[in-house]
């Protein structure tokens, strides 16, 4: 008979992945190599938006993270209505079900404490609080990892998200701007560490840019219309993004460069479709990547890039490629500084083309300095990376761990 310190720890994953956002997938699969090379005998699981991709692509059994299926579509109907707020119900018990199943709970990176999107906090940010209630009610370690957080303003959301920090057993942040975001919200942050966004810790591809003449310019798209104070005015927020960044792709086709337009997530093909009819040149193609290594290949083949998606930059910068940021928010802006590129940032919301074009010319100018730059950045992440793992096992793996909570016997 095997006893519980025989049994294997189990652990689950828990977020947005496999739902076409190639940033978020990018954290689980560094956080499962992590697993595979020091934990192998854990037993992993997901509950996740896209648990089919998740189980085909990293081979782990995955579940629905919501019930009702609509549940990111706009409810208008009474029948869509009900079923929300039945799957509001639902999911309370499915989620809690879930998490009495496992020892660990990791939520791997994301922007999951953040409203730098639009998000209604009935949504993500009810599920999240839901995994952590859970867990701190079932005695099940919940670490939010290497997650991105942001002042909000909605009273529901912030209370959510201030709950969910809360009831975490375990807390780290990609950047600092997270940390005194949570720390805003009345969390104690005293233990809480930061670290580089754990895309970092993904293998690189070897940088392939040729040599001689000006070659491809990767630009990274998104289907961006402000932040979730501004739905009032997103329609004209994002045509005034869509019009700079063509203008943008256009001047460079003037100038002879060839383009690779890039996206982070399945809804931005939709702005790579109207740059393409916008500027119908050879030069200007879409590469098609399903992944953050496939978007480093793209990557490292380029002279420079200018992306939005913080996960597009994050991959350009950590294959040393110069790297120009059309900035969405203070996150995009501290991970340039944190990569010695503060200068090259430009606003998302009042893309100037001139303007941009000045900048880029700029970055190209200084192109070997700001490699090697790069290089030195990011053997200091690698280090980095490698003391949130060892800090991660201290903290979800101690050897009393290994017996799991819920098969311990029950005092008399």
């Known amino acids: 008979m095997t006893s519980p310190a025989q049994l294997p720890v189990r652990v689950g994953v828990f977020g947005l992945l496999g739902s076409g956002n190639l940033g978020n997938d ?44 609509g549940e990111y579509r706009t409810a208008s109907r009474a029948g869509a209505i ?29 922007g999951v404490l953040e409203a730098t999107l639009p998000l209604r906090p009935w949504g993500f940010p009810y599920s999240l609080f839901l995994l952590c ?56 942050t005293a233990r809480d560490e930061v670290y580089p966004d754990l895309a970092f810790a993904l293998p690189t591809p070897r940088a392939s840019a040729p040599p001689g003449p000006p070659g491809p310019v990767c630009v990274g798209v998104m289907d961006y219309h402000g932040s979730d104070d501004d739905r009032a005015r ?33 809804v931005d093909r939709p702005v790579v479709a109207a740059i393409l009819d916008a500027v119908p040149s050879p030069l200007v193609t879409a590469a098609e990547t399903s992944s953050l290594s496939e978007l480093m290949a793209e990557m490292a083949a380029a002279d420079s890039v200018v992306a939005t998606r913080y996960h597009n930059l994050v991959c350009a910068l950590k294959v040393g490629t110069p790297t120009l940021a059309l900035s969405y928010a203070a996150k995009s802006d501290a991970l340039m500084d944190r990569m010695g590129l503060a200068a090259y940032c430009h606003p998302a919301r009042e893309v100037d083309a001139d303007r941009l074009l000045d900048q880029f010319r700029s970055l190209e100018r200084r192109s070997a300095r700001l490699r090697q730059t790069l290089v030195e950045r990011n053997l200091i992440a690698e280090r980095q990376l490698a003391r949130q793992f060892a800090d991660l096992t201290a903290a979800l793996f101690p050897a009393a761990a290994r017996i799991p909570v819920h098969a311990m016997p029950e005092e008399p």
Do not use: N
């Not at 079923?83 to 999911?91: C, F």
């Not at 009495?100 to 709970?105: I, Q, S, T």
């Open 234 to 266: 997103a329609e004209t927020i994002h045509r005034r993004y869509l019009d700079g960044t063509t203008r943008f792709v256009r001047a460079l086709v003037e100038d002879g460069r060839p383009v690779r337009l890039l996206i982070g997530d399945e």
């Open 26 to 69: 990018g954290s689980l699969e560094a956080v499962l190599a992590y697993l595979r090379a020091e934990h192998p005998e854990a037993a992993v699981d997901a509950l996740c938006g896209g648990p089919e991709i998740v189980t085909s692509r990293y081979g782990i059994p995955a579940t629905r993270l919501h019930w009702y299926r």
């Open 133 to 188: 209630a859970s867990g701190r009610l079932a005695g099940t370690r919940v670490a939010l990892v290497g997650v991105g957080a942001a002042p909000i303003t909605s009273r529901v959301t912030r209370a959510l998200v201030r709950w969910s920090a809360r009831l975490a057993t375990y807390r780290s942040y990609r950047d600092a701007l997270s940390r005194d975001a949570m720390r805003s919200l009345g969390v104690d």
């Open 82 to 110: 009900a079923g929300k707020g039945l799957g509001k119900l639902v999911d309370a018990a499915r989620t809690a079900a879930w998490v009495r199943r496992h020892d660990v709970v990791i939520v791997p990176g994301m």
